[in-house]
């Protein structure tokens, strides 16, 4: 029997904040981009579950910023909410190597302020590498906003409606393949 994921198992969907999780095999794909491209800091912008599913050494070196107090208790838990940026403590500017961004929302005025959190370089080192997930719609407004472009691999998130595409700011071996959980009628999306 395969293990499942603690945190998925631990940390049900709240609607009010607009979660939904991504699935199991998606977590440990882009677990496995932290590890590789982020390993010496990464910044988890609304992606608890990417965060708590890093290895436990590679987190020392991480910090989760989220609007939900529900792991305000872990040491590398920073309360974001994106509207209050300059909440963002000072010495964490420029800090990280990796940045992964899932906004609990898809609207440019949103993105607009994940990338200010970012691209701006709030949180992200010169050359740090940017991880985000979205609708294929926003590719333009990636583009614009952080400099990103679309991976082949796309996320598997069980209860959303639609699907999200990863977009990178790096070449990546590991997202130039197909999800083999997404079904093949869904890779045009």
């Excluded at 436990?56 to 909410?81: H, L, M, N, S």
């Excluded at 472009?149 to 996320?155: A, L, N, Q, R, S």
């Amino acid at each position: 029997m395969a293990s499942k994921n603690r945190f998925l198992v631990r940390n049900p969907e709240k609607g009010d904040l607009n979660q939904y999780w991504y699935s199991k095999g998606t977590i440990e794909a882009l677990v496995l981009e932290v590890v590789e491209f982020g390993g010496e800091g990464t910044a988890f912008l609304s992606t608890p579950s990417i965060y708590f599913s890093t290895p436990a050494e590679i987190r020392q070196k991480c910090k989760v910023f989220d609007i939900d107090t529900a792991w305000k208790k872990d040491p590398g838990f920073v309360y974001f909410d994106f509207n209050k940026l300059d909440d963002v403590p000072a010495d964490l500017h420029g800090t990280f190597a990796m940045v992964v961004i899932d906004p609990p929302f898809i609207m440019r005025e949103v993105w607009e302020a994940y990338a200010m959190a970012t691209a701006a370089r709030l949180l992200l080192q010169p050359g740090g590498k940017i991880l985000a997930t979205t609708i294929a719609e926003n590719e333009e407004l990636m583009a614009e906003l952080l400099d990103v472009k679309p991976c082949v691999f796309k996320p598997s998130i069980p209860h959303l409606v639609y699907q999200y595409k990863l977009y990178t700011n790096y070449d990546s071996p590991n997202l130039n393949q197909r999800n083999p959980e997404i079904p093949e009628d869904h890779d045009g999306a």
